[in-house]
């Protein structure tokens, strides 16, 4: 008869069945795991050691130590009977059969095995016993179950419970989590319904929210990151912003280059000034003396940039017409230039065109070599030029500054060499530094379609190495680089910073400025550019946000404008001057008022250009646009605001900053005619004969004369013939006879403005 498995004693017993086989293991009895059947012996052994000693006093040590002494001295003589049913015999044992003693409890038999000792059972304890192995034997044979072989109920028991354990450690983190302020990650704008969402809460809760700290919000407008925080915290959330990545992140690989990886580069120059001051003379010496000679038969090509060597040093030069190449490019967020070189004629002086450049180059942020040309000349005078340089806050080295300036001739090569060397000396000081082995980043200068290569882009590459076969994209051009050329017409393999070559090989022509990258990608390169142009079709039916005179309190309330930059355009230099000053003091804690520009003469192109790459107002006394100001002015949204009295620019400036602006009248200008000849009728004056160029002009229009940009007369009608007939109105393409009120100081070429004041509702 066999006993009860390990586990099943150790449950009966309430024992583990490690610290069970444990105990078996400290007396002799070796056991594989909690599955194994017990035989009766040891099933004794067990129940002994837990009675502890036997009837004669001595302990289970001392039994199990005479034991194993008697079973080594017989072990020849000892023999085991086979275990046809499944219970241990000693053979040729001289002592007597073991007794059985019935002991009945609620009609169960307890068979108590009493070999090897005589058990006294008037001293046994029976109770004790049936506690302890509360089981009959048979019964439990009878009940045994079949398990499968190396199945280990145990470890499923153990995985349940280990189950029900994490679930309840889960549980616990939920309910400590919900305890915490949720965490809700928004981007820099959002709308309130949006964020609401976010919130998972009621929108109208969000617009409570704002109501309560003074801002009127629907549900569909946006509110920017710090509200949306105050409101958030109110609720009782942590707000942190949102880290968005876009496909150009993770495409263009932007990141800030380690200190260890930069290397010196070469300085990229433009050179500026006024017209016949010398920049193409000074630009044709530098090319011819210092640009490395051309190969034998090979083709000087011009793309709009090239090299120049001064001893062991390079310079880029960017061939472009003055400051308005990389005025256009800061337009569009390329900044390429680092030293600008103003060249002033020394028997001229500061003219109207240089002092535009001396704001260009310093709303670049650029520094300022000034290269006083034609010294050679007679009455040539550079102190002059240094002492009006001061004027501009360029003040020269000479005299206590930080402005570098150099008298040259470009005519005759002098001081060439010097200038250079400035140059030089100025980009050191500057240091720059770009790492050349990373993919290439650069701007393209220019771009046209070329009949025989298709889309050609002149890059200057600003960082990295632009190598033959990149796969690259320009703004809403993308393409493979199918071949390099060089500023002197070699085809090269490679091009490294500060370097200008011209590409073939884009799908398209992109635009001057554009931020051309090199990619490993050519997938997500188209996938990137389709976004882009998408992007381009949203941008065009939404206007541009440009700075108003009109929204300028909604902008500086909304944390738009802090700075608002103003250029001002006059008749003469002293009203520049004092607009500049009185507008400069209209500055407050909201918003500061800063005069970019300020030039004599009419609104230029290249002022709009200006205004739009600053974000600025242009502000005209007595003067008017241009026809392609006006263009350029509608076609970047630039705010162009004209007066014929200086108090009355500065009040509506300054009640436009404080949200009260509220004008009466718009001009609604009407046609343009050119002064063609001129007449003299007695008892009437000077008649003009005219040829309207655009729009028309009317009888009951208000007029102004516009001479080169500034107004000389403002007035009205007083007769429209055309050949001897009175008429209403003349159309464009028509010539007519035209006689101002009041005035008869015509002269051929004025421009005669036809307009009217419209009556404006008020809000």
């Known amino acids: 008869m066999t006993g009860p498995r390990v586990h099943e004693l150790g449950k009966d017993i309430k024992m583990t069945s490690k610290v069970l086989i444990e105990l078996l293991e400290k007396y002799g009895i070796t056991v594989k ?25 001595s302990s289970i040590e001392d039994y199990y130590t005479k034991l194993h002494m008697e079973q080594e001295a017989e072990k020849p003589k000892v023999s085991k009977k086979a275990k046809d049913d499944s219970q241990p015999q000693v053979a040729e044992e001289p002592e007597a059969e073991p007794e059985e003693i019935e002991i009945k409890k609620e009609n169960k038999q307890k068979v108590v095995d009493t070999r090897q000792n005589t058990v006294d059972l008037a001293k046994l304890d029976t109770d004790k016993i049936e506690k302890l192995v509360d089981i009959d034997i048979e019964e439990k044979a009878e009940k045994k179950q079949k398990i499968k072989k190396n199945a280990q109920p145990s470890k499923k028991l153990d995985k349940k419970a280990e189950q029900q354990q994490q679930a309840k450690e889960k549980k616990a983190k939920a309910e400590e989590k919900a305890k915490e302020p949720a965490v809700v990650e928004i981007p820099d704008e959002i709308s309130v319904g949006d964020f609401a969402s976010k919130l998972g809460v009621a929108a109208t809760v969000v617009i409570k929210k704002l109501f309560e700290l003074g801002i009127m919000a629907a549900i569909s407008q946006t509110i920017d990151f710090d509200t949306a925080a105050l409101v958030g915290t109110d609720l009782g959330y942590v ?54 000679a051309k190969e034998a038969g090979g083709i000087t090509q011009h793309i709009g940039a090239y090299r120049v060597r001064v001893n062991d040093k390079k310079i880029t030069f960017l061939d472009t017409p003055g400051h308005e190449a990389f005025t256009t490019m800061r337009m569009r967020g390329a900044q390429v230039t680092d030293v600008a070189i103003l060249v002033v004629a020394a ?27 034609k010294i050679d000349k007679e009455g040539a005078n550079p102190d002059r030029i240094k002492q009006e340089l001061m004027e501009y806050e360029l003040v020269p080295e000479e005299w206590g500054g930080d402005t570098i300036c150099v008298p040259i001739s470009a005519k005759f090569n002098q001081n060439i060499d010097e200038l250079l060397e400035m140059v030089i000396l100025v980009s050191e000081m500057k240091e720059l530094k770009a790492n050349p082995n990373r993919n290439a980043k650069g701007t393209v200068i220019e771009a046209q379609l070329d009949k025989g290569r298709g889309p050609v882009a002149t890059v200057l590459v600003q960082n990295g190495t632009l190598k033959v076969g990149d796969i690259v994209v320009a703004g809403t051009a993308e393409g493979r680089v199918r071949a390099m050329v060089d500023d002197r017409g070699n085809k090269v393999k490679k091009a490294g910073p500060s370097v200008p070559v011209e590409i073939i090989g884009l799908s398209e022509v992109p635009e001057g400025g554009d931020t051309l990258y090199a990619v490993d990608d050519e997938r997500k390169a188209k996938a990137v550019v389709q976004k882009r142009k998408e992007k381009i ?21 909304q944390g738009e404008v802090k700075d608002l930059n103003i250029i001002v355009k006059a008749d003469v230099q002293g009203s520049v001057e004092a607009v500049k000053q009185s507008l400069t003091k209209l500055s407050n804690e909201e918003v500061r008022v800063c005069c970019i520009h300020g030039g004599v003469g009419g609104v230029s192109e290249s002022d709009v250009m200006l205004a739009a790459a600053s974000n600025a ?147």
């Open 33 to 57: 795991n909690h599955m194994t059947t017990l035989e009766l012996e040891e099933t004794d052994v067990v129940l002994t050691a837990l009675l502890n000693k036997f009837d004669d006093g």
């Open 239 to 292: 707000i942190n912003k949102e880290i968005i990545i876009t496909d150009e992140d993770r495409l263009f690989n932007d990141v800030e280059d380690a200190p260890e990886d930069l290397e010196p580069r070469s300085p990229v120059v433009v050179v500026m000034g006024h017209v016949d001051h010398g920049k193409t003379s000074l630009l044709d010496t530098i090319r011819n003396t210092n640009v490395i």
């Open 537 to 557: 079709k949203e941008d065009n039916i939404k206007s541009r946000s440009a700075v108003s005179l009109d929204a300028l309190f909604d902008q500086i309330k």
């Open 347 to 373: 028997d001229d002086g500061i003219m109207p065109q240089t002092v535009e450049a001396i704001n260009h180059a310093k709303a670049a942020g650029v520094s300022i070599i000034v290269a006083i040309n």
């Open 617 to 763: 107002i242009i502000v005209g006394f007595n003067v008017r646009p241009d026809n392609g100001a006006l263009a350029s002015a509608k076609q970047n949204d630039v705010d162009i605001r004209l007066y014929r009295v200086i108090y009355h620019a500065i009040e509506e400036i300054e009640a436009a900053m404080k949200g009260m602006l509220a004008p009466k009248f718009v001009e609604n200008v009407l046609g343009h005619a050119e002064v063609r000849n001129t007449f003299k009728v007695s008892g009437v004056g000077t008649i003009a004969g005219g040829y309207v160029l655009d729009g028309k002009i009317t009888r009951n229009s208000q007029t102004r004369i516009v001479r080169d940009g500034i107004i000389v007369h403002e007035g009205v009608l007083s007769s429209l013939k055309r050949f001897k007939d009175d008429v209403k109105e003349v159309a464009t393409g028509y010539e007519c006879g035209i006689g101002i009120e009041n005035f008869n100081d015509i002269k051929e070429g004025d421009i005669i403005e036809s307009f009217i004041m419209e009556e404006v509702k008020q809000q």
